[in-house]
C-alpha cells in the first residue's frame, strides 16, 4: 500500500465515521452553514476541462459533496479511485464545515449544559451555606454573650483539637 493510497483510504474512513455521527445524531451541522458562502475553486479533472470554480453555501456544497460520496460509495473496487477522490472531496468541506464551527457534538454540547447547569447549582449551595454558617456564628455569639452574662466559663473548642 503506497502512502498516496493510505492517504486515501483514511479519507474514507474518516468520512464514513462522520456520516455515521451524522446519522446517529452525535453531530449536527449549524443553521449557519447555510448563510456561509464559499468559492472552492477546482481543477480540471477527467470529466471536464478547464478549471472551474463551485461556489454556494456551505450546508449546499456539504450536502452535494455527501450525496455524491454515498453515490460513489457502493462503486466496485475497480472504481475505488473514484469513492477516494469522492471522499477526499467531502473530508475537505467537512473540514471548512469544522473550520467555520458549524459542526456542532452534541453531545459534548449537552455534556457542557449540565455541567452548567451543576455548576450554578453548586454556586447556590455555597451561598446558602454561608448564609447558614453566618447565622450559626451569630447564634454562638449570642450564646457566648449569654454565658458571660450569667458567669458560666466559655470552652471555645480549641482544647478538644
Not at 475505488?80 to 453531545?107: N, P, S, W
Given at each position: 500500500m503506497?502512502?498516496?493510497?493510505?492517504?486515501?483510504?483514511?479519507a474514507?474512513?474518516?468520512?464514513e465515521?462522520?456520516?455515521k455521527q451524522?446519522?446517529?445524531?452525535d453531530?449536527?451541522i449549524d443553521?449557519?452553514?447555510?448563510?456561509?458562502i464559499?468559492?472552492?475553486?477546482?481543477?480540471?479533472?477527467f470529466?471536464s476541462s478547464?478549471?472551474r470554480?463551485?461556489?454556494?453555501?456551505l450546508?449546499?456544497?456539504l450536502g452535494?459533496?455527501?450525496?455524491?460520496?454515498?453515490t460513489?460509495k457502493?462503486?466496485?473496487?475497480?472504481?475505488l479511485?473514484i469513492?477516494e477522490?469522492?471522499?477526499?472531496?467531502?473530508?475537505?468541506?467537512?473540514?471548512?464545515?469544522?473550520?467555520h464551527g458549524?459542526?456542532?457534538?452534541q453531545?459534548?454540547?449537552?455534556e457542557?449544559?449540565?455541567?452548567?447547569?451543576e455548576?450554578?447549582q453548586l454556586?447556590?449551595?455555597?451561598d446558602?451555606?454561608r448564609?447558614?454558617?453566618?447565622r450559626?456564628?451569630?447564634?454562638?455569639?449570642?450564646?457566648?454573650?449569654?454565658?458571660?452574662?450569667?458567669?458560666?466559663?466559655?470552652?471555645?473548642?480549641?482544647d478538644h483539637?
Amino acid at each position: 500500500m503506497t502512502a498516496n493510497t493510505r492517504t486515501q483510504s483514511e479519507a474514507i474512513t474518516q468520512v464514513e465515521a462522520f456520516i455515521k455521527q451524522l446519522h446517529d445524531g452525535d453531530v449536527i451541522i449549524d443553521r449557519k452553514a447555510q448563510q456561509l458562502i464559499i468559492s472552492i475553486p477546482k481543477k480540471s479533472s477527467f470529466w471536464s476541462s478547464g478549471s472551474r470554480e463551485d461556489i454556494g453555501s456551505l450546508a449546499d456544497l456539504l450536502g452535494k459533496a455527501l450525496a455524491k460520496y454515498q453515490t460513489f460509495k457502493s462503486l466496485s473496487p475497480e472504481m475505488l479511485v473514484i469513492k477516494e477522490r469522492a471522499a477526499a472531496e467531502l473530508l475537505d468541506y467537512i473540514e471548512r464545515a469544522r473550520t467555520h464551527g458549524v459542526i456542532i457534538h452534541q453531545k459534548l454540547t449537552s455534556e457542557l449544559n449540565k455541567t452548567q447547569e451543576e455548576n450554578i447549582q453548586l454556586k447556590e449551595d455555597i451561598d446558602k451555606l454561608r448564609r447558614e454558617n453566618l447565622r450559626l456564628q451569630r447564634l454562638v455569639e449570642a450564646l457566648h454573650q449569654t454565658m458571660d452574662r450569667i458567669g458560666l466559663r466559655r470552652d471555645t473548642g480549641e482544647d478538644h483539637l
